[in-house]
């Protein structure tokens, strides 16, 4: 069955420090991949993609992928209490899927 | 900005009532997803439609069905709404390729 694993937490990190947020998915084919931030009663929002192995920086946030091992993660540095949201990874498990896979969530929390 | 526009935010309904949830996207999009999210499950998809009057069953289609009519706009229909589907219902549209999802503010229906 194809899959995209995260650990449900919570995880609690102190304000300003580095959250570190794992997932792993189950199609070796898999060329997109996705982070989305839900706050607690609203939407998801897409916060970063990356298509290719290494890491994609986007002001506090880092994106980093390893195919080979089939794991994608999030860092977030400076954490603020802003922060405090689930965290969704999103995979396009296979090639020709039209559809996005997600992650159950990882609950975060950063304590002031 | 992509804008992913569901008509309610909130909606009650009774047992056995026949159920309309629109949405519209601006963005010229060929995809579009519906969703529900229920706490512990994550997100499930319940069908998508890749092109218009086109239909795929997704995850968890018992229950459900869809309409598009025109490529802006997905309807999620309950044919006799069931206590069971008090859920939040988050439409999602996406471009083609490795584009990702853009969500809609969700609709929270609750049957009675």
């Known amino acids: 069955q194809k899959e995209v694993e995260q650990n449900s937490g919570p995880l609690s990190v102190p304000e300003g420090a580095i959250a570190s947020l794992n997932c792993t998915y189950s199609d070796r084919g898999s060329q997109s991949f996705f982070w989305y931030r839900q706050y607690s009663g609203k939407s998801p929002e897409l916060i970063m993609s990356?298509?290719?192995?290494g890491d994609k920086e986007d002001g506090r946030f880092t994106a980093q992928l390893n195919k080979a091992s089939q794991y994608v993660s999030l860092l977030i540095r400076d954490s603020q209490p802003s922060d405090s949201a689930t965290y969704l990874c999103a995979v396009r498990l296979g090639a020709g899927s039209y559809q996005l896979t997600f992650g159950k969530g990882t609950k975060l929390s950063v304590i002031p | 900005d992509v804008k992913v526009t569901q008509s309610s935010r909130y909606l009650v309904k009774r047992t056995g009532e026949k159920v309309f949830l629109e949405c519209v996207q601006d963005?010229?999009?060929?995809?579009m997803f519906w969703y529900r999210q229920d706490p512990g499950l994550g997100l499930r998809l319940i069908y998508f439609?890749?092109?218009?009057?086109?239909?795929e069953k997704g995850d968890i289609p018992e229950g459900y069905s869809v309409s598009r009519e025109k490529k802006e706009r997905f309807s999620l229909i309950l044919e006799s709404a069931s206590t069971n589907q008090t859920s939040m219902y988050l439409c999602a549209s996406r471009g083609a390729n490795n584009s990702p999802l853009h969500f809609g503010n969700g609709t929270r229906l609750t049957v009675t």
């Open positions: 963005m010229d999009h060929e995809n």
């Open positions: 439609s890749y092109d218009v009057k086109m239909k």
């Open positions: 990356i298509y290719s192995n």
